[in-house]
């Protein structure tokens, strides 16, 4: 299948990663902030998702967008608002047993970096890749699919909750995604 027909506009192979590798996306309180400003971004800002898996520490996306909002623009405003709001929940949710180790990885990242004030959640970056080739994405989608089965989470792609992975697999899963 030529991918070019199904695509609108540029489109790139995004990963975004905690600081430190912190494994916060254990919990679904955390999980569903993403997967919340994931559908804001699409609703209100014109976010294409291809394909995408949201793993412990990481965030693997394939994603392009419509309207007057590039991606990079997008991926700068997501990252500030999940880091904002992530931080917020850590900081009042006294059930988290891990949450002072936690804190104290995000204020260390955050006083190496002359930009933060507080806390720093999200790495520098998001290793963002631009997608020409058939053969580039489909080597993309299925490294993103492929992810929770490498770590053995699960045994088949499809039944990992956070991932698009079903919605190739002919079901629905958390978001919208333009399956190619």
């Known amino acids: 299948m030529d991918i070019q027909n199904h695509i609108l506009g540029d489109v790139y192979f995004t990963t975004d990663t905690v600081v430190d590798w912190v494994d916060i996306f254990t919990r679904p309180r955390y999980k569903h902030i993403i997967i919340d400003s994931l559908t804001y971004c699409q609703k209100e800002k014109g976010l294409i998702i291809y394909a995408w898996v949201l793993m412990s520490n990481h965030l693997h996306a394939i994603v392009g967008s ?22 917020k929940t850590l900081i009042t949710d006294t059930q988290e047993s891990r949450r002072d180790w936690m804190l104290n990885r995000f204020e ?5 970096d002359k930009r933060i004030k507080y806390y720093k959640f999200w790495q520098d970056g998001n290793d963002a890749q631009e997608i020409f080739l058939n053969d580039f994405f489909e080597q993309k989608l299925n490294y993103i699919h492929q992810n929770p089965v490498k770590a053995e989470i699960v045994n088949r792609a499809e039944d990992y909750r956070y991932s698009s ?4 697999a002919g079901g629905k899963g958390l978001l919208d995604v333009l399956v190619v």
Do not use: H, M, P, Q
């Open 66 to 87: 419509t309207g007057s909002y590039n991606v990079s623009e997008i991926w700068r405003d997501f990252k500030k608002f999940t880091s904002k709001e992530i931080l």
């Open 108 to 112: 260390y990242a955050g006083k190496n």
């Open 165 to 168: 992975a079903i919605d190739y």
